[in-house]
C-alpha cells in the first residue's frame, strides 16, 4: 500500500503559551500534550512549538508504521470545519 498523507488543512489545535519565571515563555499544544517547547520571545516560542508539533506527529507515524500488521489499511484523513 501506498503512504497515507495527513492533510492537515482545515485542523486547528490551541497553543498555549506562559511566560516563564525567569524570562521567555513556556508552550504546548492542549489536543497533543507531548507537543511543548520554549522560546525566548513569542515568536520565538511558536516557531519552536510549531517544530516539536511536527516532530512528535512523525515520531508517532513511525511508531504506529512499525506495529501494523501487513494488512492495514491506511488512507489519508482530513479535518474540514463544517
Same mark, same amino acid.
Given at each position: 500500500?501506498? /503512504?497515507?498523507?495527513?492533510?492537515?488543512?482545515?485542523?486547528?489545535?490551541?497553543?498555549?503559551? !506562559?511566560?516563564?519565571?525567569?524570562?521567555?515563555?513556556?508552550?504546548?499544544? !492542549? !489536543?497533543?500534550?507531548?507537543?511543548?517547547?520554549?522560546?525566548?520571545?513569542?515568536?520565538?516560542?511558536?516557531?519552536?512549538?510549531?517544530?516539536?508539533? /511536527?516532530?512528535?506527529? $512523525?515520531?508517532? /507515524? !513511525?511508531?504506529?508504521?512499525?506495529?501494523?500488521?501487513?494488512?492495514?489499511? /491506511?488512507?489519508?484523513? $482530513?479535518?474540514?470545519?463544517?
Amino acid at each position: 500500500m501506498g /503512504r497515507a498523507v495527513w492533510h492537515s488543512r482545515g485542523v486547528k489545535m490551541t497553543a498555549v503559551f !506562559e511566560p516563564a519565571k525567569e524570562g521567555g515563555y513556556t508552550c504546548f499544544v !492542549e !489536543e497533543v500534550p507531548a507537543a511543548i517547547s520554549q522560546g525566548e520571545t513569542l515568536a520565538e516560542a511558536k516557531a519552536n512549538l510549531l517544530d516539536a508539533l /511536527r516532530l512528535v506527529l $512523525e515520531c508517532q /507515524r !513511525e511508531l504506529a508504521e512499525k506495529k501494523l500488521s501487513p494488512n492495514a489499511l /491506511r488512507e489519508p484523513l $482530513e479535518f474540514v470545519e463544517a
